[in-house]
């Protein structure tokens, strides 16, 4: 999933990046991807079976941002 998620990086950061105070983007395995903002969960690719389209998780940031 990496090439997705230096997509929504992509995206997220020009719009985002001012009311962030930090941001980190981890590898892992397994098929886990998680979008979190101060420890709590906005999108969990575990959860929703499925790995998000950017303008999903812009959506989600907008409304906890």
Do not use: C, W
């Not at 992509?10 to 930090?22: A, D, I, R, T």
């Not at 397994?30 to 812009?58: M, T």
Request: no cysteine; charged share 30%; aromatic share 10%.
């Amino acid at each position: 999933y990496e090439p997705q998620a230096l997509s929504l990086m992509g995206e997220v950061l020009p719009k985002y990046k001012s009311k962030f105070s930090g941001y980190e983007l981890i590898a892992d395995t397994g098929g886990k991807f998680e979008v979190l903002v101060d420890g709590r969960p906005v999108y969990s690719k575990l959860e929703s079976g499925r790995f998000p389209e950017n303008h999903e998780v812009l959506k989600l940031l907008d409304q906890v941002l």
